[in-house]
């Protein structure tokens, strides 16, 4: 039995698209597909908003951006306002069983970090899920894995474009790959400088989103860390 859940072909569960403002960016990317994305509620407490369209097989688009109404500090939303328009940011993996997926990542050497599970009631729609990162630190070309065991279904249902591929390029594609074999993700990662590129089928014809990745991960990060809070502070303070 596979750790990783087959959606119509592909590992990918769902990809991310950033934009530096949700509600702009949801309709700008509207626009230029030619399908109006759905615009949900931002998750109780959360620092992102997100907008969605389905892919197919169970397969879904995230359209994310900040949550006007988190007054906190987070790194990854602070690298996502300075954007200069949509580009991809992360992508998922589903599994049906998070405890033997994290077993197995952590005997290939890539340990499953930032786990956290997630429950909350929006309408009365239920959502419960696990969540993590795969290998140490973030990477936007290595998926994050989620165990859903109860999802908001719009997010995936309703009229969407076409998945035509996920393309990633990244220096250390060998280990990647290597990494992706041993837990069956059906993934290629090109040899290249970090960059990822989504292909879809639209009714305004095929529409590819791509731009360099995002790198969080080792010291380097300590020292983004300090330089986004600094920004961030200096912000509040005007």
């Known amino acids: 039995m596979s750790l990783v859940l087959d959606r119509g072909g592909s590992p990918l569960d769902h990809v991310a698209i950033g934009v530096p403002d949700t509600v702009a960016g949801v309709k700008a990317i509207g626009e230029r597909i030619g399908?109006?994305?759905?615009?949900?509620?931002?998750?109780?407490?959360?620092?992102?908003?997100?907008?969605?369209?389905?892919l197919?097989?169970?397969?879904?688009?995230?359209?994310?951006?900040?949550?006007?109404?988190?007054?906190?500090?987070?790194?990854f939303i602070e690298m996502v306002k300075r954007l200069e328009g949509p580009r991809p940011l992360f992508w998922y993996v589903a599994t049906d069983d998070f405890a033997a997926f994290q077993a197995a990542a952590k005997q290939a050497g890539a340990p499953v970090e930032r786990v956290e599970t997630v429950t909350h009631d929006i309408r009365g729609v239920h959502t419960d899920y696990t969540r993590g990162y795969l290998?140490?630190?973030?990477?936007?070309?290595?998926?994050?894995?989620?165990?859903?065991?109860?999802?908001?279904?719009?997010?995936?249902?309703?009229?969407?474009?076409?998945?035509?591929?996920?393309?990633?390029?990244?220096?250390?594609?060998?280990?990647?790959?290597?990494t992706f074999a041993k837990l069956g993700i059906d993934q290629t990662v090109t040899n290249g400088p970090h960059k990822m590129a989504l292909r879809l089928g639209t009714p305004n014809g095929e529409v590819e989103f791509a731009g360099e990745g995002l790198e969080f991960r080792g010291a380097g990060a300590l020292v983004q860390m300090l330089g986004l809070f600094l920004s961030w502070m200096v912000k509040r303070g005007q």
């Open 35 to 54: 399908i109006t994305p759905r615009l949900t509620e931002p998750e109780p407490g959360q620092f992102y908003w997100s907008g969605a369209l389905p």
């Open 56 to 75: 197919g097989a169970g397969r879904f688009l995230e359209i994310l951006g900040p949550n006007p109404a988190y007054q906190g500090f987070n790194p």
């Open 135 to 178: 290998g140490r630190g973030f990477l936007s070309v290595s998926p994050n894995v989620i165990e859903w065991r109860s999802r908001y279904e719009l997010m995936a249902e309703g009229e969407g474009p076409a998945f035509l591929g996920l393309d990633l390029w990244h220096p250390e594609a060998d280990r990647l790959n290597r």
